[in-house]
């Protein structure tokens, strides 16, 4: 194969590449970024995040709660469950997140820990077990935009039929690289979770 031969290649790899790549940013932006109109849930799924050294929540995973929060005061969603794991500083997310709910005047029997949340899919596969497979219940998962297609395409593969989303009202440089992050990980989950059904 000739240099110039090789060179058409790249330049239609990278041709081909940079369309997938405005494809699957504008689909991550739409679906991350338009609410439905009518966002009243039985429950709010909010999913973890960093928790600070000093113990408190991220400035991103707050911003998260206090979504849930302002839509549960506006009495759109009745109760919130927090999803987290154990992170790398050593903090139970979901923990965390609760204890910032309730200084914030949320009731405690309105709030349901899931500390096994380590990841979108396992906070996924938890939800089915705490609703006992009602999954007619109606469902909003609140999040990071760019990050909520995919735990919506999850929360619906366990057997939810009615989910809606809402993003945190946070940006930062950061989402750059969490966009291009969730171009890979979005058809990742599609495509294993077709190979792998269950």
């Known amino acids: 194969m000739s240099i110039k031969q090789v060179k058409v290649k790249l330049i239609l790899l990278t041709k081909i590449f940079s369309f997938y790549l405005l494809i699957s940013v504008g689909f991550?932006?739409?679906?991350?970024?338009?609410?439905?109109?009518?966002?009243?849930?039985?429950?709010?799924?909010v999913l973890g995040n960093k928790v600070e050294l000093n113990g408190k929540p991220s400035d991103r995973l707050q911003a998260r709660l206090d979504r849930a929060i302002t839509l549960y005061k506006e009495n759109l969603i009745q109760k919130i469950i927090v999803s987290g794991g154990i992170g790398k500083e050593g903090f139970d997310e979901a923990r965390v997140?609760?204890?910032?709910?309730?200084?914030?005047?949320i009731e405690t029997d309105h709030i349901v820990e899931d500390n096994l949340g380590y990841t979108t899919e396992r906070s996924a596969d938890n939800l089915?077990?705490?609703?006992?497979?009602?999954?007619?219940?109606?469902?909003?998962?609140?999040?990071?935009?760019y990050h909520l297609?995919?735990?919506?395409?999850?929360?619906?593969?366990?057997?939810?039929?009615?989910?809606?989303?809402?993003y945190a009202r946070y940006f930062e440089f950061r989402d750059f690289y969490s966009i291009f992050r969730e171009?890979?990980?979005?058809?990742?989950?599609?495509?294993?979770n077709s190979i792998f059904k269950h």
């Open 28 to 45: 991550i932006l739409y679906n991350g970024l338009i609410e439905e109109k009518d966002l009243k849930s039985s429950f709010a799924l």
């Open 97 to 105: 997140m609760k204890e910032y709910l309730v200084a914030q005047g």
């Open 128 to 145: 089915k077990e705490i609703l006992k497979s009602n999954f007619a219940e109606p469902i909003l998962i609140i999040s990071q935009y």
């Open 149 to 166: 297609p995919r735990a919506a395409f999850l929360v619906k593969k366990v057997g939810f039929l009615n989910v809606k989303t809402s």
């Open 183 to 192: 171009t890979v990980a979005l058809p990742y989950v599609i495509v294993i």
